[in-house]
């Protein structure tokens, strides 16, 4: 995967397969990484956010937006920017 893939998708919603049923998270910003000399890609960061009512664990979730996908992808939970929405984020580093 390659940061131009996401790039086109900011603001979309994602759907990731968990259960009981999927769950709607916002793709919010991609931006990439310093280079790294043993990388076999350039490494970016994706940034996700759900609704509050919306908690997934860390964990690898299939993923999928309109013609995107589906996909694995690698989530974490991280704490809200301090002038974030109210819900949730999470990061997908891709190194």
Not at 45 to 61: A, N, T
Request: glycine share 6%; net charge negative.
């Amino acid at each position: 995967m390659l940061l131009e893939e996401f790039t086109p998708l900011l603001g979309r919603v994602f759907s990731a397969d968990c259960e009981p049923k999927a769950a709607e998270i916002s793709l919010v910003e991609a931006y990439p990484l310093r280079e790294n000399a043993y990388a076999n890609r350039p490494p970016f960061m994706l940034i996700f956010h759900s609704s509050p009512e919306v908690f997934l664990v860390e964990g690898v979730y299939v993923l999928r937006c309109a013609n995107w996908g589906p996909d694995r992808i690698a989530i974490a939970p991280i704490m809200a920017p301090a002038n974030g929405m109210p819900g949730q984020y999470y990061q997908a580093v891709f190194s």
